[in-house]
Every structure is written in structure tokens, then in C-alpha cells.
């Protein structure tokens, strides 16, 4: 159904097709997984990957410069700084497809930001369900995604200047975010408040359709660079 809905390259493609067009020097993952999209950073100087699960991770996909840390990737900000991690370098490309739950992912962006170059990119995965059921805090369904798509709603909201684009990709979306602000510390100052706000919140529409102000943009080359402007 994700296919037909969202029809065109996997989010796998989209993203191996963000690291061709961006050629990040410095790479930033959060949910590693077996390492098939940690393995796109080839060409990274510095590449960093968390995932708490080492279980599944094939070293064969690891890129020379990349280092994975097995832990919570907020055990791993709270120890960690940008220069032990990163050197000299800052974020040029992120990818956030950590736990579910839309204020583990929205913490993740607050850090991520915070390592990042002003013109960097941080892209989230699962930010376009197609299914209400798909897309709540329980799990109720073997493909779940969580409600990860608040985190659009919540940088919408709080963070207008950003530029927040939905790559229209199967199976969830990903979600292109761009003009990054360093410095800012207004979702960290009000993090408590967001997520009172937003815990409870449904989605907000039926099967197949999407909420208002999700601006999405095809899995092709044009939509890319449409959503890295």
C-alpha cells in the first residue's frame, strides 16, 4: 500500500541519492541498524553512527572513517561533545531514524542542530504515515512509525524559519530540513512544554491523506532539490 501511495525510489535510494548530490564531509546517523545507510558516507571524512543494538550491524558496511557508538543517542550526547566526536568538523548531513516516539526524535534534532553547519541538512525518517494506525504512540501493527510526524508540526510551529520539505517516499517519508540555526535554544528551552502539547495529539487525518501544511515534494531529482534549497 506504502508503494502505491508513494510511488517511485525507496527512502534508501532517496537518501544514497541526498549523500550523491550533498558530498558530505562530516555524516551524522542516529539508528544504525545493519549499517546499509551508515555504508552511503563512503566518501565522509568523519561519519558517526548510535544505535543502542549491536546485534544486527554488519561491519562489512561500516565505512573506513566511521566510528558506531552502541548506546542512546541521548547517553551519547549527554557524554560526548561535538569535538571529541567530530574533531574539527561540524554536521554537514544528518539522518534521525532513532526510537519512534516523536520527543526522542525531536531531542535528537535539538542536538543534531547544535553540531550543525548553518547550511547543513538533517533529514528524519517516518514523518508521512499512511495509516492513522501506523502512526500512534502504541504499537499496535508489525510496520509501525511511530508519531515521529509531529516533529514537522512542532518545527512548523516553533521554528517557521526553518525550511521543512517531505520527500514523498516509501514506505513513511523523509523529512528535509534546511536554513539551521546553530545557536538557537528555544526548542530546548520549551522541550517540557512541546511535549505536554503535543503527547497526546491524534493524527490528524484519514488513510492516505496528508495534514495540512506538510509541504511534499517527489523522490526525484527536481523534489531533492526543491527540498535543499
Known amino acids: 500500500m506504502a508503494s502505491l501511495r508513494l510511488p517511485g525510489p525507496s527512502y534508501r535510494d532517496v537518501l544514497r541519492r541526498l549523500h550523491e548530490l550533498l558530498r558530505p564531509r ?8 545493519t549499517g546499509a545507510t551508515l555504508a552511503f558516507a563512503q566518501a565522509a571524512e568523519r561519519a558517526i553512527g548510535i544505535d543502542p543494538d549491536a546485534s544486527k550491524l554488519r561491519r562489512d558496511l561500516v565505512p573506513p572513517s566511521a566510528r558506531v557508538f552502541h548506546e542512546t543517542s541521548d547517553a551519547f550526547f549527554e557524554r560526548m561533545t561535538r569535538e ?7 554536521i554537514d548531513l544528518a539522518f534521525i531514524d532513532g526510537m519512534h516516539w516523536f520527543e526522542f526524535a525531536l531531542r535528537d534534532f535539538i542536538h543534531v542542530e547544535a553540531w550543525s553547519q548553518p547550511n547543513g541538512v538533517i533529514v528524519l525518517h517516518d514523518c508521512l504515515p499512511i495509516f492513522p494506525l501506523t502512526a500512534s504512540r502504541e504499537r499496535r ?10 516533529v514537522v508540526s512542532i518545527l512548523r510551529e516553533y521554528r517557521p524559519e526553518l525550511r521543512v520539505k517531505i520527500v514523498a517516499t516509501a514506505p513513511s517519508g523523509l523529512c528535509v530540513v534546511r536554513g539551521l540555526d546553530p545557536t538557537s535554544r528555544l526548542l530546548a528551552e520549551r522541550l517540557d512544554e512541546i511535549i505536554e502539547r503535543y503527547r497526546e495529539l491524534p493524527y490528524p487525518v484519514s488513510a492516505l491523506q496528508t495534514p495540512d501544511g506538510f509541504e511534499l515534494v517527489p523522490p526525484n531529482d527536481a523534489g531533492l532539490r526543491e527540498a535543499l534549497k
Not at 562530516?26 to 541498524?33: M, N, P
Not at 571529541?84 to 561540524?90: E, F, K, T
Open 26 to 33: 562530516s555524516y551524522f546517523e542516529i539508528g544504525v541498524e
Open 84 to 90: 571529541q566526536a567530530l574533531g574539527a568538523h561540524s
Open 141 to 150: 501493527t508489525k510496520f509501525w512509525v511511530g508519531d515521529v510526524w509531529k
